[in-house]
Structure formats: structure tokens, C-alpha cells
């Protein structure tokens, strides 16, 4: 899809109020697009508008939590209201846990299953039908990980959503071809965002010093969620279906299709890091 210029085309954003989502709204905005973006943290989504109105672009804000049914479906009737199909939707909204499956409990299962697996799915449901029927094509972006391809006990449930998100991105892509409508999973590394002092620590990395160790990793990488946004326009340029992003992430991705042992063996080195 073309990107360089969006005047007249509306893109949605899931979870604009802060990272990736913000960094990829505004720089939509930049191209002059018109923005609905949604999330749970109201004043970030206010200050998040205002920087969009700011770039010149239209900013529809809206509380939506992805994982509510409800909350989507009401959404979708208020966007459809304003445009008969979005151009392009960005279901990026997440959350995560760090820790291994035998100290993730169910409650801990549905909240980032609800989040990160079913915010994507509410999000295409209700949305891609109607960009099929206007039949102008479009684009849709799923952010999964580098965690969605390679998977270590660290991250248990965050790789099973992850991996989710993809596999659904790889069939919606052969889906959505004829309509002329590109699909992108988005497959970032260590990108430094507020996810990590948000996320949930279970078992052994439950620990204060772990979230520091794991904040200051993060931080230390300094791979900005502005350089994220800069490399969505991109791969979603080059309909691009699976788009890692970052040195780690590319490493990641051809060590899992190439040497699959020696990411085993390396993931295995760095759960035993994380919880020693
Ligand atoms: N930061 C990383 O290293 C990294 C790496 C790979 C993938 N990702 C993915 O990128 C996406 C964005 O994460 P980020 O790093 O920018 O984190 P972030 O915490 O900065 O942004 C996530 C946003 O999602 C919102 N959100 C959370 N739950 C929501 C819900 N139920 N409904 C609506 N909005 C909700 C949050 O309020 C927040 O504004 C996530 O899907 C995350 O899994 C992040």
C-alpha cells in the first residue's frame, strides 16, 4: 500500500496511548491520515489526540478496552458511523508476563489471552468485514513479537499469545489477498516502552530486583518506539506479511528458520538467567 500521502484515509490504532501504538498513530498522522485511536488510559489517549490534532490530522479518541466484546462491537457501530471502512487498522494494544507456565494462573491466562490474543481478533472481526465490502483494499497491521517465534519459559503465556497473533496474521494474509487488502505481524525486540515496568512477574522473577534488571535490559537497548513506527510504514509499504524489527528480532527469526538448536540452546541459557 502507498503510503506517502494518507490525506482523506483513516487509520485506527488499538492501544495509541502510549509505545509503539502512539509512535505508529503519530507518524500515520504525519502522512496526513485521520486517526481513530483507542485504549484504557484515558489521559494518555487525550494527550495522544492532541498531539495528533497538533500534526494537523483529525483525531477521533475513544475508551475501548480490546478484550471487551461489548466495548468493541459499540466501537465499530460509533467508527462506521463517521467512515464506511477504516484503511488501515493497527490492532497493537498489549500487555505481558514474565514467568513460566507452572506459575501463570488462569486469571493470569485470561487477562493477556483477552488482551493480546482476543483484542486482535475483536479488532479484525469488527473491522475487516467492512473494508471487504467497500472493496478498496486496505491494510491491516497485528503487532505480535519476536517472542511470537521464539518461545523460552520465561515468557510462557506471552509466547503463546504472540505465537497466536501470528499464525492468525499467516491465514488472514492468503485470506485477504483477493480483496486486495495486505497483512502485516509486526515483530519487535527489546523496545523500550512502559510494557515492561507494567507487566506482570510470576514465580521466581516476582521479585522487585528482577523488574529493575528487566526495565534497565530494556532501557540500556535504547531501540526507541519511534524507530518501531518508522519500520511498520515500511513493511507495511512493502506488504511485507512478517516484519521483525530490530537487530535482535532479525537474529531471532533466522536462528528459529536456520538453526533452530542453537535458539533452543540460547533461550534455555537465558531462562536460566532470568530466574537464577
Ligand atoms: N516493548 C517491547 O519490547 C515489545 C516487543 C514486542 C512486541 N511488543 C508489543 O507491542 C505492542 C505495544 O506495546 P508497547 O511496548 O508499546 O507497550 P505500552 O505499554 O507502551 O503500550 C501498550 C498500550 O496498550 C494499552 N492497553 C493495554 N491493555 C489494553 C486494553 N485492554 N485495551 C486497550 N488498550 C490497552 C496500554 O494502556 C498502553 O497504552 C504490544 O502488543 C506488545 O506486546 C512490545
Same mark, same amino acid.
Given at each position: 500500500?502507498?503510503?506517502?500521502?494518507?490525506?482523506?484515509?483513516?487509520?485506527?490504532?488499538?492501544?495509541?496511548?502510549?509505545?509503539?501504538?502512539?509512535?505508529?498513530?503519530?507518524?500515520?498522522?504525519?502522512?496526513?491520515?485521520?486517526? @481513530? @485511536?483507542?485504549?484504557?488510559?484515558?489521559?494518555?489517549?487525550?494527550?495522544?489526540?492532541?498531539?495528533?490534532?497538533?500534526?494537523?490530522?483529525?483525531?477521533?479518541?475513544?475508551? @475501548?478496552?480490546?478484550?471487551?466484546?461489548?466495548?468493541?462491537?459499540?466501537?465499530?457501530?460509533?467508527?462506521?458511523?463517521?467512515?464506511?471502512?477504516?484503511?488501515?487498522?493497527?490492532?497493537?494494544? +498489549?500487555?505481558?508476563?514474565?514467568?513460566?507456565?507452572?506459575?501463570?494462573?488462569?486469571?493470569?491466562?485470561?487477562?493477556?489471552?483477552?488482551?493480546?490474543?482476543? +483484542?486482535?481478533?475483536?479488532?479484525?472481526?469488527?473491522?475487516?468485514? =467492512?473494508?471487504?465490502?467497500?472493496?478498496?483494499?486496505?491494510?491491516? *497491521?497485528?503487532?505480535?513479537?519476536?517472542?511470537? #517465534?521464539?518461545?523460552?519459559?520465561?515468557?510462557?503465556? #506471552?509466547?503463546?499469545?504472540?505465537?497466536?497473533?501470528?499464525?492468525?496474521?499467516?491465514?488472514?494474509?492468503?485470506?485477504?489477498?483477493?480483496?486486495?487488502?495486505?497483512?502485516?505481524?509486526?515483530?519487535?525486540?527489546? *523496545?523500550?516502552?512502559?510494557?515492561?515496568?507494567?507487566?506482570?512477574?510470576? +514465580?521466581?522473577?516476582?521479585?522487585?530486583?528482577? =523488574?529493575?534488571?528487566?526495565?534497565?535490559?530494556?532501557?540500556?537497548?535504547?531501540?526507541?518506539?519511534?524507530?518501531?513506527?518508522?519500520?511498520?510504514?515500511?513493511?507495511?509499504?512493502?506488504?511485507?506479511?512478517?516484519?521483525?524489527?530490530?537487530?535482535?528480532?532479525?537474529?531471532?527469526? #533466522?536462528?528459529?528458520?536456520?538453526?533452530?538448536?542453537?535458539?533452543?540452546?540460547?533461550?534455555?541459557?537465558?531462562?536460566?538467567?532470568?530466574?537464577?
Amino acid at each position: 500500500m502507498k503510503l506517502d500521502s494518507l490525506v482523506g484515509k483513516t487509520v485506527l490504532v488499538t492501544g495509541a496511548a502510549s509505545g509503539i501504538g502512539l509512535e505508529t498513530a503519530l507518524a500515520f498522522a504525519r502522512r496526513g491520515a485521520d486517526l @481513530v @485511536v483507542c485504549d484504557v488510559d484515558e489521559s494518555g489517549l487525550a494527550a495522544a489526540g492532541k498531539r495528533i490534532e497538533e500534526l494537523g490530522s483529525r483525531a477521533f479518541t475513544h475508551r @475501548v478496552d480490546v478484550s471487551s466484546e461489548e466495548e468493541m462491537r459499540a466501537f465499530a457501530v460509533e467508527v462506521h458511523g463517521r467512515v464506511e471502512a477504516v484503511d488501515i487498522l493497527m490492532n497493537n494494544a +498489549g500487555v505481558a508476563i514474565g514467568g513460566p507456565f507452572l506459575s501463570t494462573s488462569l486469571e493470569d491466562w485470561n487477562w493477556i489471552l483477552g488482551i493480546n490474543t482476543m +483484542g486482535v481478533v475483536h479488532g479484525c472481526h469488527h473491522f475487516v468485514p =467492512r473494508m471487504v465490502e467497500r472493496g478498496q483494499g486496505g491494510h491491516v *497491521i497485528n503487532v505480535s513479537s519476536a517472542a511470537g #517465534y521464539s518461545a523460552t519459559s520465561a515468557l510462557a503465556a #506471552y509466547n503463546a499469545t504472540k505465537f497466536s497473533v501470528l499464525g492468525l496474521s499467516e491465514a488472514l494474509w492468503e485470506e485477504l489477498r483477493p480483496h486486495g487488502i495486505g497483512v502485516t505481524a509486526v515483530c519487535p525486540g527489546l *523496545i523500550d516502552t512502559p510494557i515492561t515496568r507494567n507487566a506482570r512477574l510470576v +514465580g521466581d522473577m516476582d521479585k522487585p530486583e528482577r =523488574r529493575e534488571e528487566m526495565v534497565s535490559t530494556y532501557q540500556r537497548r535504547a531501540y526507541t518506539p519511534d524507530r518501531v513506527a518508522k519500520n511498520i510504514l515500511k513493511a507495511v509499504e512493502k506488504n511485507r506479511l512478517v516484519a521483525p524489527i530490530s537487530p535482535e528480532a532479525w537474529a531471532l527469526y #533466522y536462528l528459529k528458520r536456520f538453526a533452530p538448536w542453537l535458539l533452543r540452546r540460547i533461550s534455555l541459557a537465558m531462562a536460566k538467567r532470568a530466574t537464577q
